[in-house]
């Protein structure tokens, strides 16, 4: 269990614009179009969200070490 809350941990950004990918496509795929583009939009909201939540937990982290 603690091999997979770390792996979570690390990947959870990935995992989650991929599933936002697919759901993307399926809504695209059948005749949901505007909603599909809603839908993947998401995917570099995601990753960008995680990157700077990352950005900001790295340097908290470097602040409290001085």
Known sequence: ?????????VYYPIILAF?????????WFSGNKLEGIFVG??????LSASVALRQRRSDYRNLKKK
């Open 1 to 9: 269990m603690k091999k997979f809350m770390e792996f979570w941990g």
């Open 41 to 46: 939009i998401w995917v570099p909201s995601i």
């Open 19 to 27: 599933f936002s990918f697919v759901y993307s496509v399926t809504l």
